[in-house]
Structure formats: C-alpha cells, structure tokens
C-alpha cells in the first residue's frame, strides 16, 4: 500500500490502546482487555498494525534516576539554512542525540542529549557536537533534574477508571542493580522492540525467559532506563509543541518545575545549568495559548523571566528513532543509555 499523511492518522481505538500502553508499555494483552474491555486478540491484532505501518511502537528511554549515574543536556543550535539539512542529517546518525527537533524562534535545533556518563556526555559536546556544519552559534543547558519526561504524557483518551487498572498514578520503588553486558543487552533488545515477548527477549539474550523478565523489571523498577510508547503525529490531535526556556529565582525553581510537570499538556520539565534554569516543553492546542500559560506562569513566580521561545517545526528523532514527515518511525540509531560496569 502507499504510504501517506492519511495513512498515519489514528481512530479513537488506535488513541485508547496507545493511552493504555503508554501507561503500561509491557501489559499483557489478558491485563489491557480487562481494561479497556476488548478482547485480548482483538488488541493484540491491533497493535501489531500499529507497529507493521510504524504508527506506533514503545521505545527505551532514560529512566528516573538516570541523572544518578548517566548525565543529559539539551543542545540549541543557531545554524545557516544552507546547512540545515545536512545538520539534520548528521544529528540524527549521531547516538548520544536522542530526540532532534528543528524549531522556529532564537534557534533552528532542539536536540535531547543523552549519554551513560558524564564524561561521554562531554566527549560528544566536545567532539562531534562541534563540528557540525554551518553551526553560528550554540547554547548547552546540562539537565540537573527532571519533573517530567515524555514517558508521562498521555493521549488523552482513556477515562480515570481503565488507566486507574493499568496502575496510572502508581510508581514503583528503587532497588538495588548491578549492570553487567546482559543489562545492556536486554536494554538494547527492547529498544528494538519493547514489546518482544520475554521468550524473544531471552533468546535474543540468551537468558531463560524468567531471568529475562525478573532482570528487565528490577532495572525499570530501580529506573535505570524505562520504557516509552510512541506514536506517529497523529496522536497530538492538533496540539503544536512549544518550549519555553525560563529563569527562576532559585527559591521558585522547584515550585514552578512541578506546576509545569503536573500540567497534562507538558512533555518535559527539567531544571538545566546555562542560559536559563527551567526548560518546558509543551504540547498545546493553539500557539496562543502559550500567552497565558505564560502569565499564569509569572503569577506563581512573579520575577519569571522568559529567555527563549521554541515552535517545533518537524521533529526528526525521538529517543532514537528517526522519523519522516508524519511522525512514523522509520528507522533507529540505539541512544546509549547505560554502561556495563567493569
């Protein structure tokens, strides 16, 4: 079939079974029937539609404590249009950029960084990051904490109920993990496919379907890494993402970071070290809305001050995967998220 715009566009049932895994990206198809009251078949037939015409997929992505050990940073770049492309190109082929967004407003990329430590981290702002071409200027804001990741925005079509027997609104507890090579490798595998069976998982690993499963939650549960549903264009509804870089006094930092974090039209919401300290992404109906949002914004914390304004224009990659021009995935380059500890 020839693929077009049309063909990435989602029904109301398509919007329902991603809301449930975003919630729970690893439920089986038993425990989503019982939730959103469609026959396991029926959903499992569904979503591997879903996944053969790349409309939606769940991806790895850093987890909640990956600060702890990892490091992140978002990188804006000013770049001449004869370049642009090219950028894009050598940004999206690059693994420690995890999400690339080419924006309107002071700059021209919004790229998520993304690397097992610190000291990677540096190497790629010091190396590869500085040799783009066409680059006339950049600022790098280094990720200290995270309100909220995209792991935490929902499609918006499943009532309080069946997301409440998904386990929506629980949170598991930090234990301890040790990494090793086969940490890695069940990260890398489920990057591939976040919804490979535990048997699948285990051959790819070579573990025993059991230690697959009982390896892979006590490292989602001590979040090194998690995992993420994605979805093409189609299941914003409309809604444009914005973001907005913004610098608080430090005794409202905290304050304002959750306000934006518990909004349910905010993607991220991350206090960062450079041009400003609290960066926000947002996923709005209207661009006018972000008028007000600013000024409820500057209610909470009077001394406010907006340092940047960002329109997506296309997003290109999104944790690792790159994609075309409605948002499908078409293609993957592995964000390293961890390391295997010697």
Known sequence: MEETLENAELSEFDLALIHAIQISPRASWQRLAEALDVAPSTLSRRWARLAATRRAWVA??????????GASAFLLLRVDPAHQAAVTEALCAEPATGTVERV????????????????????????PGTTLPGVT??????????????SAWR???LAPGPAGRLGEGQSGHPVPTVRDAVDVALIEALGADGRASWSELGAVCGLAPQTARRRTESLLAAGVFSLRCEAATAVRQGRRAVTLLLDVPPEQLDALGRWFGDRPDCRVSAEVLGIGNLLVSLWVPH??????????????????????REVELASVKRVGHRLDAAGRRMGRVPVPLVRARA
Do not use: K, W
């Open 104 to 127: 309107a407003g002071s700059h021209d990329f919004l790229v998520d960084c993304f690397a097992p430590t610190r000291d990677d981290l540096t190497r790629f702002l010091t190396g």
């Open 287 to 308: 661009l006018a809305q972000l008028h007000d949002i600013e000024r409820e914004a500057a209610a909470l914390a009077p001394a406010v001050r907006v340092v940047g």
């Open 137 to 150: 200027g950049r600022d790098i804001l280094f990720t200290t904490r995270m309100h909220r990741d995209g």
């Open 60 to 69: 790895t992505a850093p987890g909640r404590n990956h600060l702890e050990v």
């Open 155 to 157: 499609a918006g079509a």
